[in-house]
Every structure is written in C-alpha cells, then in structure tokens.
C-alpha cells in the first residue's frame, strides 16, 4: 500500500537557525535517504523538498472564475516543507519510517494512506 508522508515544521522558526543548521539537516537527510534505500529498498517511491510558503500559490474556482493567491491556502503555526511517497506493507511500517524523517524531531509527519482507483 502506498502512504504519503507529509513533513512540516516552522518555516521561519527553521530559516532563523542559520547556515550551520541547515547544513546538518541536508546532511541528515541525505543519510535518512541512504537508510531507505540500502535497509528498505523500493519503499521510497518518491520524496521532495518543497520551496518555502511565499513562493506558493493558491487556487480557486468560483462560479467558473480561477481565482488565484499569493502564499498558502491558511496561516498555520507549521508549513509543509516536503513528502515522501512510500510503498510500505503496513501503516505500522510507514510510521516506523516517517519516524526517522529528520524534522520529526522537532516538526511533524502526517501519514496518510493513498487511495487508489482500480
């Protein structure tokens, strides 16, 4: 079954922690990938970084009309930063593995099954 594993944290509480932060925390990523891939292979289906919330945009149709914001759909304490699509037997296995998503320590991961149309 596939699951999304949905990474957010503070988006302005992770820019003020500086270079040497998110140095570290490309270097845990890198690592966590490296985990996946050599310990369960073909899980990591795919998995971004998103660019920061002021480069979002937001859309809507009304009565036929696309209307479109600038930023994120709502002004949340935590913004989605990025996702990793898994293939795993279980929810039990995907959340053993969001758990070792780096910005677990310090955001959140929502895990949600995907559902699929036969």
Not at 27 to 33: K, L, T, V
Not at 46 to 72: E, M, N, S, W, Y
Request: without cysteine; negative net charge; aromatic residues 10%.
């Amino acid at each position: 079954m596939k699951y999304l594993a949905l990474i957010y944290s503070n988006e302005k509480e992770m820019m003020s922690r500086g270079d040497a932060f998110q140095k570290q925390e490309i270097e845990e990523y890198g690592a966590f990938q490296g985990w996946l891939a050599s310990e369960k292979p073909g899980m990591m289906v795919a998995g971004d970084a998103l660019q920061p919330t002021q480069t979002a945009t937001t859309v809507r149709v009304r009565d036929g009309k696309t209307l479109t914001t600038d930023g994120p759909f709502a002004e949340t304490k935590e913004q989605l930063g990025g996702y990793y699509l898994l293939e795993a037997p279980n929810l039990d296995e995907a959340i053993k593995i969001a758990a070792r998503i780096p910005t677990a320590k310090y955001g959140s991961i929502e895990v949600r099954p995907i559902m699929e149309f036969n």
